[in-house]
């Protein structure tokens, strides 16, 4: 394995914390043993982060990094620097220094004792801790994972990228998506700073933006391995049910004399909807094999890339 390894961190409008960071991020790696480089996307800051950027590129030697002209998301971001970065471990950490590049050893040390994913669990007090622990609770929860930070720093060997997609704002998710593929995770716990400059870029509507992403990443997971048997239950319950009011307007219109006709419509939607559901499943269930198929061709290409490289 490449033992490089790559740091990524996007910034936005952080022109107050760059010369710092990269000073703090040179101090790290003269102490280590390890092999580093930094990596800066500059994510369509309106300040002077990008000219920062471009000055500690000239001072420093282990300097990388690329530019987007409009704010395209850390997800982007990150995907920039993958293209960027050299490494074989690439460390995903952000530009506010409320992590410090000091840590950065210990998030990477399990994968070069052969963890495929390390995830941070920030230790210490910070702005959103309630919020972050409800979206850790319903992640862990939902995706079966006994990690305590979803979304907090991570190291991950490269390949990994090649098993998995990463859609916009999914970068969160990164640890959830290589468990999915078998992929070995470790958690280290970081200590978390309060910012000395700059605003936080959250703000309340990623809340509901995260939850979204949270059902769709699960849907992608598991409802769409299957989509027969998912749309399939829920077709036999509305038929079950469209067969349970259909007796009970028997009854009612022979026994009891006294007939409703909106039982019979309730009757036709319901069985129509198990209908619908049904033939819904059987068509998903080819688009399944399809992305299944392209899958298999995707791995075996990357395979051969690698047995070549």
């Known amino acids: 394995m490449n033992n490089l390894i790559s740091v990524i961190i996007p910034a936005l409008n952080e022109e ?3 010369p710092e960071l990269c000073r703090q991020f040179d101090q790290m790696r003269q102490k280590s043993d390890y092999d580093f480089e930094l990596v800066l996307i500059d994510d369509g800051s309106t300040d002077k982060t990008f000219d920062l950027i471009s000055d500690a590129a000239k ?11 409009f704010n395209l998301g850390l997800t982007e971001a990150l995907k920039t620097g993958f293209e960027i970065a050299a490494g074989g471990i690439y460390v995903y950490y952000p530009a506010d220094l409320q992590y410090k590049p000091e840590d950065i050893p210990a998030l ?4 070069l004792e ?7 669990w920030k230790q210490g007090k910070y702005s ?4 972050s622990s409800i979206y850790n609770y319903l992640s862990r929860k939902i995706f079966g994972l006994k990690v305590h930070d979803l979304n907090s720093v991570k190291a991950f060997r490269a390949e990994i ?9 999914w970068h969160r998710y990164i640890v959830v998506l290589a468990a999915d593929q078998g992929f070995k995770i470790e958690e280290v716990k970081i200590p978390v700073y309060q910012r000395e400059w700059g605003e936080s870029k959250f703000s309340v509507w990623r809340i509901p933006v995260g939850l979204l992403d949270m059902i769709a990443v699960k849907t992608q997971i598991s409802f769409l391995r299957k989509p027969l048997l998912f749309l399939g239950v829920l ?3 509305s038929i079950g049910l469209g067969l349970l009011v259909g007796l009970f307007a028997v009854y009612m219109r022979y026994v009891v004399g006294e007939g409703y006709r909106p039982l019979l419509y309730l009757v036709i ?8 559901l049904f033939i819904l499943g059987f068509l998903a269930e080819g688009l399944a094999a399809i992305k299944e198929e392209l899958g298999e061709v995707h791995k075996k290409l990357n395979e051969k890339n690698r047995s070549e490289n």
């Not at 030697?61 to 002209?69: E, N, P, R, V």
């Not at 959103?128 to 919020?131: D, E």
């Not at 990228?161 to 704002?169: E, G, Q, V």
């Open 235 to 237: 077709a036999f319950i």
């Open 59 to 69: 001072q420093y030697d282990f300097i990388k990094f690329g530019k987007h002209q």
């Open 161 to 169: 990228l090649k098993d998995i997609f990463l859609r916009r704002d």
């Open 16 to 18: 107050g914390n760059i």
């Open 108 to 111: 990477v040390k399990p994968i």
């Open 128 to 131: 959103k801790r309630f919020v």
């Open 269 to 276: 939607l319901l069985t129509g909807l198990g209908l619908g």
């Open 114 to 120: 052969g963890a495929d994913v390390t995830t941070g």
